[in-house]
């Protein structure tokens, strides 16, 4: 429960981010990039146009300390119009072109999710590969840009006091979690479709090692571009380049629109984010009608379709209020808190519970399914690495403790107590869950807790023929006594992963000797 809060709460914004982008995309159908120059209604006196004074006189450096870039103003005060809100507590009125972009984003997620898994893991086929051929496209052409080595110096330059800053250690950990899908329930639900004798220790370290090299591969075509336009307008690449979605919506623009074939460029980068982004998406919506499904099956499950339109819907209502005039500083509090202090805490407890509670029982589950039990190396991490460092992270980003900001604009105290219940109710659900699993129970207090850290009298592989020691006619309306048995009636002889179990059966029965002699 404190997983689908937590996602459902990052999906209505993450597809306001998506929303952007197809505004973006459609602003890149032209042959003159509307944030390319000054002069239009939207820009001020601040407005500083490079094209024309690198037509000038190039030699001379420029001082932007004082100005603002065509691009900015254009996010700023056409996209957003953020100079008609005064802040959070006046949203303003609605953007209705952003309005229609967020209702085609979400109407684009509908039709890919419409038939679960069948449909949004064809779509995937597209959106997860073509990112790359786009990314390789980018980053040839940043390499091969006049002072491109500039940016990439400033990349690979190690900036060893930014480690004694928490914000970048749980922004770091927070980006992991983002890239990788900890905590957020997708590896959960997609795993959920996999064979009982996938092996996932091996798609773990190819899906983990493919985040790092992309993320290193995407980092070289961005500071490349940020390099070519540090030298371009003759400032260091530091005062370029920015955080958050001023660099997806500000710098990079910019730097399309000095390029030849501007348009073209711009179109493939918001073409590149949204497939990036609706990949994501899929995940977060799979993620929350898998859940809500499985629990009501005789309800939902023949409805599947409906139930994923009526949570599209709902999102989208909610996210309303973030295509109005003040909507990006909406966009901040749910970035900065709906995914921070919860996420951590969710995941710290679904490790510590899953190593202290389940105990033995992962290993074991582990070995029956893939043949082989977890390296020391996975056990040392999920024993104490993992939950030690993360609980570190989380208390020294509680003491060090910074209120949210857009620019200069500081949030009211009443937005910040805001942003911090949307935190604590995620994790609150975790508590409240323990509370209703001991009450259901029988018995004294410590009785009841004893009953309600148990597993289930059903608990086990879902299909009866992988049932094997343990789980052993556990299943409900099990007729067979040894599902193992009809594993083998069914595919005949004895495979590697029957030996597993049988070896697992017998390890097991050991311990329970052992236990009982005890």
């Known amino acids: 429960m404190g997983t ?68 900015e103003e254009y996010w700023s005060r ?64 940043g390499v091969t840009l006049e002072g491109a080595w500039k940016g990439i110096q400033f990349y690979l330059t190690p900036q060893f006091d930014h480690l004694l800053s928490s914000k970048v250690w749980i922004e770091a950990a927070l980006q992991i979690f983002y890239s990788l899908g900890v905590g957020f329930g997708g590896l959960l639900t997609f795993a959920s479709y996999n064979t009982f004798h996938q092996n996932i220790y091996r798609d773990t370290f190819i899906v983990t090692l493919g985040n790092a090299i992309t993320s290193i591969l995407a980092g ?5 571009v940020l390099g070519y336009m540090s030298q371009e307008l003759g400032v260091p690449v530091n005062q370029v380049a920015k955080a958050g979605p001023g660099l997806a919506f500000v710098v990079y623009p910019q730097a399309m629109t000095m390029l030849p074939l501007s348009p073209f460029w711009s179109f493939l980068f918001f073409f590149m984010l949204l497939t990036l982004g609706l990949d994501s998406q899929f995940a977060f919506m799979e993620t929350i009608v898998t859940a809500v499904t499985d629990e009501f099956p005789y309800y939902l499950r023949p409805k599947k379709a409906s139930f994923s339109a009526v949570i599209c819907i709902a999102l989208f209502l909610m996210g309303l209020i973030l295509t109005t005039e003040g909507g990006m500083y909406w966009l901040v509090l749910l970035d900065d808190y709906s995914a921070g202090f919860g996420l951590m805490v969710v995941v710290i407890t679904t490790c510590l519970v ?54 200069n604009y500081q949030f009211p105290t009443w937005a910040e107590a805001l942003g911090i219940l949307m935190g604590v109710l995620s994790c609150l659900m975790i508590p409240l869950g323990m509370v209703v699993a001991v009450l259901q129970e029988e018995g004294t207090l410590w009785e009841r807790v ?4 148990r597993p289930a009298m059903g608990w086990g592989p879902a299909l009866e023929e992988n049932r094997s020691g343990a789980y052993v006619a556990s299943l409900a309306g099990s007729q067979s006594p040894k599902p193992l048995m009809v594993h083998m009636r069914k595919y005949g002889g004895i495979t590697s992963y029957e030996n597993t179990a049988i070896e697992v059966d017998r390890e097991m029965e050991e311990e329970e000797e052992e236990e009982s002699m005890i």
């Open 78 to 141: 056409y996209v957003l119009h953020i100079q008609g809100s005064s802040g959070i507590g006046d949203p303003g009125r609605i953007r209705w072109n952003l309005c229609l972009c967020l209702l085609l984003s979400w109407t684009i997620v509908y039709l890919c999710i419409l038939k679960g898994v069948k449909s949004s893991g064809k779509v995937v086929y597209f959106t997860a590969t073509f990112p790359y051929l786009i990314l390789v496209m980018l980053l040839i052409r």
């Open 450 to 453: 004893q009953q309600a850290s």
């Open 220 to 224: 070289f075509a961005i500071f490349s």
């Open 4 to 71: 689908i809060l937590i996602v459902s709460l990052v999906a209505i914004y993450y597809n306001m981010i998506i929303a952007y982008v197809l505004f973006y995309l459609f602003a890149s159908l032209t042959s003159d990039l509307p944030w390319q120059h000054c002069g239009n209604w939207w820009n001020t006196e601040l407005c500083l146009d490079h094209h024309v004074l690198r037509a000038g006189n190039s030699s001379l450096p420029i001082n932007i300390s004082n100005t603002v870039s065509p691009s």
């Open 354 to 407: 899953v190593t202290r509670v389940y105990g033995k029982r992962f290993c074991r589950d582990i070995h029956m399914m893939l043949g082989f039990k977890p390296g020391s190396y996975f056990r040392a991490c999920w024993m104490v690495l993992s939950p030690a460092t993360m609980m570190a992270l989380l208390v020294y980003n509680i003491v060090k403790y910074q209120p949210s900001e857009y620019g």
